[in-house]
């Protein structure tokens, strides 16, 4: 198919795909924590509450892939290893600091409306 005739849903591919590596919640977290300046593979183990060393590792690696960190592997023993944010990433970072403050200015209110949905529900007959 050419460029000028893709179809919506081949041009929409991409985009899910992209959104999909930078709206998941451990790399909101290694994104929001590299903001602050170089940043080490454990001090983001410490940071990103609840991520296995694996998962950390492997979305570290999709970022890196993906344009938005800097790997930088200094020669000292044992090696120290640094991950910054690109430019690109630092823009993305404006956006997540906004969704993360709806979030966090919103969750009481998505608490309360889980709980009144849950309460409304009953159980199917047996």
Do not use: N
């Amino acid at each position: 198919m050419a460029a000028d005739t893709a179809s919506p849903v081949t041009e929409a591919c991409p985009i899910v795909e992209v959104l999909d590596h930078v709206a998941g919640k451990w790399a909101i977290g290694i994104l929001v924590t590299a903001a602050h300046g170089p940043v080490r593979f454990t001090e983001l183990e410490r940071e990103v509450e609840g991520i296995s060393r694996r998962m950390l590792t492997l979305t570290l690696r999709k970022l890196e892939r993906d344009g938005l960190l800097v790997r930088t592997v200094y020669p000292t023993v044992p090696p120290r290893v640094e991950y910054t944010l690109t430019d690109m990433a630092r823009e993305l970072h404006q956006t997540l600091v906004g969704l993360t403050s709806w979030a966090e200015k919103y969750r009481g209110e998505i608490a309360a409306a889980r709980r009144a949905y849950d309460e409304q529900q009953t159980p199917a007959p047996v």
